[in-house]
């Protein structure tokens, strides 16, 4: 087998490449064992979907759970939802004995499905015509009617769900909830970045989805575990990481899952036998010059004022209060109001995000970037 980098910085592989989530996994097991719905949040890149992965991964070997999983970030209306859906569906269950799959294919035969296969990975795909509302809503309740007579329980999850906020249809949830609420074979895990997705949850005066649903909050990993795993990975590989080292890249990133990972696999990719802090800046410098014709463009695609807050913002680290008039007047950023519009567009942008009370960057490196582009 071809040698891998351990550290993943796109998909998951297995138990061995990833590090810590214990607490979580079981919490994920116990909600499935127990039939309630989970969802779990956290800001992006911090390892929702490889968590899922992870908990999937683990419980495979069960013969009384079907297992699903579908990302619905690139679908744009219920229709499309329900196709990736179908897909999924149609996916797991073409391994199973042809019946099974032909059943389910008869039970949408009348939204007119059409069966296709990818070229390179041949993994199957299905587009049902869904021309109206009553149609899109009926072969919902089509397919929930077929899981709910599966000898199996079956587990859902949805990534990316904040996704259905900006679908069209106003009812998603409501609709989705009721199929869910009268099916006791379906457990639903869903997992979305933070706050859209938790307003979209909790802005329901009644609630519902609050009470149909235990929460998973994902936090950073314990930086001792994560140097223990990335030292532990350096050692297999015939390698010798400094704790200095360590302590830098967690300081440097943030402790942020995805970016701890980037840099650690083009670390481990340099070869080096003896790594120290001096290395692990040479990499953190590479990436961020790499990045730098990217990052150059927020220059032209933000307005002055949106970028000079993003810049102060990105000094501060992370900031309460932008509107204070201390970091106002230490940044020359003009009047409070602006400042407000900024932070909003900005928001909309995902460039910046609001967590633990705290305004701060989304992207670690582009952060890092623009705090070396500081000029006084
Ligand atoms: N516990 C972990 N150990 C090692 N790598 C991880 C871990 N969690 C996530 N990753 C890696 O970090 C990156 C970001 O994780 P991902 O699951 O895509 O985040 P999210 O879904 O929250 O945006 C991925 O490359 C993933 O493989
Ligand atoms: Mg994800």
Redesign the pocket.
Same mark, same amino acid.
């Given at each position: 087998m071809k040698a891998i980098n351990p550290?993943?910085?796109?998909? *998951? #592989?297995s138990p061995e *490449?990833?590090?810590?989530?214990d607490a979580e996994l079981q919490q994920i097991i116990n909600s499935i064992d127990n039939q309630r719905n989970l969802t779990i949040v %956290?800001?992006?890149?911090?390892?929702?979907?490889?968590? #899922?992965?992870?908990s999937f991964h683990h419980l495979k070997k069960r013969k009384d759970l079907s297992l699903h999983y579908f990302d619905i970030y690139a679908t744009q209306n219920l229709a499309e939802f329900i196709n990736v859906l179908s897909s999924s569906l149609i996916g797991y269950f073409e391994s199973k004995p042809e019946k099974v799959l032909g059943q389910l294919i008869k039970l949408l035969g009348q939204f007119r499905p059409k069966l296709s296969f990818d070229e390179l990975s041949g993994t199957p795909s299905v587009e049902l015509s869904l021309q109206t509302v009553a149609e899109t809503e009926q072969s919902l309740a089509a397919i929930f009617d077929y899981l709910s007579k599966q000898k199996q329980r079956v587990v859902i999850a949805i990534?990316e769900f904040q996704q259905i906020t900006n679908y069209p249809e106003k009812n998603v949830e409501a609709l989705l909830r009721t199929h869910i609420q009268m099916n006791d074979n379906v457990t639903m895990i869903y %997992?979305g %970045?933070n706050r859209r997705m938790l307003v979209s949850l909790f802005n329901d005066y009644a609630r519902p989805f609050y009470q149909s649903t235990g929460f998973l909050f994902?936090d950073k #990993?314990d930086p001792e575990k994560y140097k223990a795993?990335i030292s532990k990975h350096f050692k297999k590989g015939g390698r010798k990481i400094s704790d200095e080292a360590l302590n830098f890249i967690l300081d440097w990133a943030q402790v942020h899952?995805?970016y701890v990972?980037e840099i650690c696999n083009r670390l481990y990719a340099n070869g080096l036998s003896n790594i120290d802090v001096t290395e692990a800046k040479g990499v953190v410098l590479s990436i961020l010059d790499e990045r730098t014709p990217l990052y150059q463009v927020y220059k032209n695609i933000l307005t002055v004022s949106q970028y000079a807050l993003l810049m102060a913002i990105a000094m501060e680290t992370s900031i309460e209060k932008p509107n204070a008039s201390a970091f106002l007047t230490k940044y020359k950023l003009g009047a409070a109001s602006s400042v407000i519009r900024s932070l909003e567009s900005l928001e909309t942008k995902d460039l910046i995000l609001f967590e633990n009370k705290q305004y701060a960057l989304t992207d670690v490196f582009l952060m890092r970037w623009l705090q070396r582009q500081w000029k006084v």
């Open positions: 550290f993943q910085t796109v998909e *998951y #592989i *490449y990833f590090c810590d989530r %956290s800001q992006r890149r911090l390892g929702k979907t490889a968590l #899922i992965k992870h990534d %997992s %970045s994902l #990993i795993f899952t995805y990972q």
